[in-house]
């Protein structure tokens, strides 16, 4: 809430249910109100124009005009405030939610299961729920700096970012780091790699289980190179992309710089930064055993995940390129490596991908410099 403006917030869900659930959790909160509800797509869209909410949470399944044809259609009027899919976790609700993402929606949520009380849905709808709200509307409606320090510290302070830095080393692996609006970059990045790409491709997006596997036979039909999700003791390939599968960390095993073939190893250890699978686990595993050749990719995401391992990524002599705060859904991970002087790029969503297939293809020992001034 900034200048006593709450945060509006138009509910859409064919069950009665959930849409008192969903405001139970938004009234929990004094920064959020409900500007309206819907029992289906059309009445949203319909409502939209009226009411002008900040953000919408939507559902997947629906009667009249399900959530994938109303995100689309909201997107096509020129709306562009976030969306929130509220998904079930189930085959068809994960495969639903995977699309809408990659079509533009902003995050999800899952619906609560299992929870014998109302009041325990609501405390852990609440607890996935509000952060994500907070997050995504805080451009919208931002607050002071001493305001948001408690909640976001990496936002507190905006030190310059160094510019002009060389990029000395020539890679040896891709690993990438994302976390909220994943989908959509990950759709524009991957496709665009050629199928000549020479090097192994390692992705932690933070999704359970399910969707992992979703996200990853999507991609697969839309890139030219071979997408899977990541399984326990896959050789690291050159040209194959593998995603962490949800709820385990994915690590590297052997060293790419001896005759041994690194293999990957899915573990179950706690989490890191609130997340498992961790980006942080993976960058560290692959600092320690491919040294200088690590290629680093931090795209959009909440909160800080990535940092500490482009940190021994950067010591190690490898490379680290981050989104740009413009094309990212939140510039919590991306925006962390870039404030830290760990990023020797800071690029748009577009421009990613190009950068990746230069330094991957350019002669051994080649140098390059940053012509352009980055701007926050």
Known sequence: ???????????????????????????????????????????????????????????????????????????GR????????CSSLTQRGARVTIE???????????KPAGQARAADAIKALAHDLLPKISALTATAHPAPLAALAPRLPVLAEVPSIPRNQSITSNPSVLVIGVSTGGPAALDILLPALPVSFPLPVLIVQHMPELFTRLLAERLSQRCPLH??????????????????????HLEILGAARSSQ????HLTQGPPENHCRPAVDVLFRTAAAHYGSGVL????????????AGSRLIRAQGGTVLAQDQATSAIWGMPGAVARAGLAQRILSRQDIAPEI???????????????EAVAL
């Open 1 to 75: 809430m900034a200048n006593g403006r709450r945060t509006r917030i138009l509910i859409v869900d064919d069950s009665a249910v959930m849409r008192n659930l969903l405001r139970s959790v938004i009234r929990s909160s004094s920064e959020f109100e409900v500007s309206g509800t819907a029992a289906d797509g059309e009445s949203a869209l319909g409502m939209v124009k009226s009411l002008s909410p900040d953000l919408i949470l939507l559902d997947v399944e629906m009667p009249v005009m399900d959530g994938l044809e109303t995100l689309r259609k909201l997107r």
């Open 78 to 85: 020129g709306h562009r405030m976030p969306v929130i899919m």
């Open 100 to 110: 809408a993402l990659a079509s533009g929606a902003s995050d999800y949520v899952a």
């Open 227 to 248: 997408v899977s999700e990541a399984a326990e003791g896959d050789p690291v390939r050159r040209g194959y992309i593998s995603i962490a599968r949800g709820n385990w």
């Open 261 to 264: 073939t690194a293999t990957l």
């Open 296 to 307: 680093a990719v931090v795209l959009t995401g909440m909160g800080s995940d990535g940092l």
């Open 357 to 371: 297939t230069r330094l991957a293809s350019r002669p051994q020992g080649g140098r390059t410099e940053v012509h």
